[in-house]
């Protein structure tokens, strides 16, 4: 089992994309999280970068106050924070500018560590935060709005990337459908709730690039799919579509990580991400994984989605190994995780 990181208290702070979060971590615990979703995206069918980052210059100063505040400290009582680890990539450039320039201030202002943290490992590390975890070398499947990918972890830092989208992302492929059905942005959590009460077999809908050995993903096609079918029916249950569709995603998404997983012989199996939380997706792993002894991991929907408690962990296991940023740290809205590593068969 990984061992939880022992470094006092630290303020985590996660503005990558459309919530402001900030959280704290006492000793590998985590003492409060507090996240601010910005909803008014949803009247433009996605997120506006322009705004996104003027609501996290004014939500994040609020948001730090709470969070401490939960954590039972004063902004009065910053000293006792011993470091602070924040989002720097990727992400929409202005989102992560008001996040790390904030911590920049911060951690200049009480002289302690900067860590800066990926997005993306910080999502894998997400279930430190749960009670049971999995042992490295594990598989993570990261799946949301923007990624979708497959990859090797070995240890802290050390990652292979096994297969990713070479389109559209699974969630983002849940939100064109949904804007299809006329559902409001983001589509996911409606889509899975209109799932359970309707037919998946409904219609079969196309599964890409299922072919052995490939581990990359594409989710264009089913979009495209759902939209002709649409056209050509005018009557129709939107659950039915929508179980139909959540289906095929689901199949996809399970049967390619197993695959990985057995190929690889690696035991444990990590889902995380906001299309993480889809209660058919858990449901599929945690089935699949029985059947073959394998073990299946993933955080609750409130560490699922984007926030600083991930932030706060990854940033703790970073400064256990002595990896502090310095003032320099850069947002960067594109950084790869992994190079592409290919297994052989």
């Not at 459309?18 to 996605?46: I, K, P, W, Y």
């Not at 502090?324 to 740290?329: E, I, K, T, V």
Request: with cysteine; hydrophobic share 45%; net charge negative.
């Amino acid at each position: 089992m990984i061992a939880l990181p022992k470094t006092g208290v630290l303020l985590g702070i996660e503005s990558s994309c459309d919530e402001t979060s900030a959280a704290v971590l006492r000793n590998g615990e985590l003492a409060s999280v507090v996240v601010s979703s910005q909803f008014f995206h949803e009247r433009f069918g996605g997120v506006v970068p322009e705004l996104a980052s003027r609501a996290h210059v004014r939500a994040i100063l609020p948001i730090v106050r709470a969070a401490l505040n939960q954590a039972a400290l004063s902004i009065d009582e910053m000293d006792s924070v011993d470091a602070i680890a924040v989002t720097h990539a990727p992400g929409l450039m202005g989102s992560l500018l008001a996040g790390l320039n904030f911590a920049k201030g911060l951690a200049l202002g009480l002289g302690v560590p900067l860590i800066g943290v990926h997005h993306i490992e910080a999502h894998i590390f997400s279930v430190l935060l749960e009670e049971h975890h999995p042992d490295f070398p594990f598989i993570a499947l990261i799946v949301s709005g923007g990624h979708t990918m497959l990859v090797l972890v070995n240890d802290i830092g050390h990652y292979e990337l096994l297969g990713e989208t070479l389109d559209d992302a699974a969630g983002e492929a849940f939100d064109k459908v949904g804007k299809l059905l006329g559902m409001g942005y983001p589509a996911g959590p409606e889509i899975d709730k209109l799932a359970r009460t309707g037919d998946p077999h409904f219609i079969r809908f196309p599964r890409a690039m299922m072919e052995e050995g490939n581990s990359d993903f594409s989710f264009s096609g089913i979009k495209t799919s759902v939209s002709n079918w649409l056209k050509k029916h005018s009557e129709y249950s939107i659950s039915d579509i929508a179980a139909s569709f959540q289906r095929a995603v689901v199949d996809v998404l399970v049967t390619k990580t197993i695959n990985v997983a057995e190929s690889l012989e690696v035991r444990d199996i990590v889902s995380a991400g906001g299309v993480s939380a889809n209660s058919e997706l858990r449901e599929r792993f945690q089935k699949e994984c029985s059947r073959r002894t394998m073990r299946f991991f993933a955080p609750r929907p409130l560490f699922s989605t984007d926030n600083a408690a991930m932030i706060a962990m990854l940033g703790a296991l970073k400064l256990t190994r002595g990896q502090a940023s310095d003032l320099s740290l850069t947002a960067m809205p594109r950084k790869p995780l992994a190079e592409r590593t290919i297994h052989p068969a």
